[in-house]
């Protein structure tokens, strides 16, 4: 299984709402990931997980909210979002071993729309 | 620093090889990737190179690295109108997880 897997795949949510995005990988990998893509852009790295624990947060806003609660989902909570916020929004997740990092695995994303 | 740099746009036709350039800032890089992405979908890993190789060929994808000039380039043989999408270069910093990615190139594939 080399699948991340990301849920919901597309959300609609209003300004005033709060949601949660999901996902999921079981290939054991220890870090996990959260980039932002605008259309015509490339991803953006938002937040990095290393064995369970926030090792990097490219500072973002605090209206996302990522929680790691075990080794193998990653969640962002989002609440009080913007209509600029809506983007694609990417999973990924490889194997930790520090400087040998292997490969990254990316989900097929959550397109998000503030409205 | 970390930037990566790609042209934007490329067109080939179908059974002609192609060639994505893509340069890179950072020499502490050591992984650099290729992936592909269609439209609306996530991103698919292609190939990656080991910042101590300098080729790499898997099937009809050859990744050819320069690290002297920063220089990473993905050829692919007998392009297909199934290759059209987006091709992003990416470099992985030493010490971190943190892959940084180039602006993407979007390869056309005429029949």
């Known amino acids: 299984d080399t699948e991340v897997t990301q849920t919901p795949k597309h959300l609609v949510m209003g300004m005033t709402n709060k949601k949660s995005l999901k996902c999921e990988q079981h290939?054991?990998?220890?870090?996990m990931y959260w980039y932002k893509q605008k259309a015509k852009k490339p991803p953006e790295l938002m937040f990095v997980?290393?064995?369970?624990?926030?090792?990097i947060n490219e500072s973002v806003p605090s209206r996302f909210s990522p929680e790691c609660p075990n080794s193998s989902l990653l969640n962002l909570h989002l609440h009080a979002l913007q209509p600029e916020d809506s983007a694609l929004y990417l999973c990924?997740?490889?194997?930790?071993?520090?400087?040998?990092?292997?490969?990254?695995?990316f989900g097929q994303g959550t397109r998000l729309t503030v409205v | 620093g970390e930037d990566v740099e790609q042209s934007l746009f490329l067109s080939v036709r179908e059974g002609d090889s192609s060639v994505i350039n893509c340069t890179y800032t950072?020499?502490?890089?050591?992984?650099l990737y290729w992936y592909k992405q269609e439209p609306g979908a996530g991103l698919q890993l292609l190939t990656y190179?080991?910042?101590?190789?300098d080729m790499k060929q898997d099937q009809r994808l050859t990744v050819l690295l320069n690290k002297k000039d920063k220089h990473l380039s993905l050829r692919i043989a007998d392009t297909q109108t199934g290759d059209s999408a987006i091709y992003f270069c990416?470099?992985?910093?030493?010490?971190?997880?943190?892959?940084?990615f180039g602006i993407g190139t979007k390869l056309q594939v005429i029949p």
């Open positions: 990924a997740s490889s194997q930790d071993r520090g400087r040998d990092n292997t490969e990254a695995f």
């Open positions: 290939m054991g990998h220890r870090a």
């Open positions: 997980y290393s064995y369970e624990k926030l090792s």
């Open positions: 950072d020499s502490s890089s050591t992984y």
């Open positions: 190179i080991f910042s101590n190789m």
């Open positions: 990416a470099e992985q910093t030493g010490g971190y997880q943190k892959v940084t």
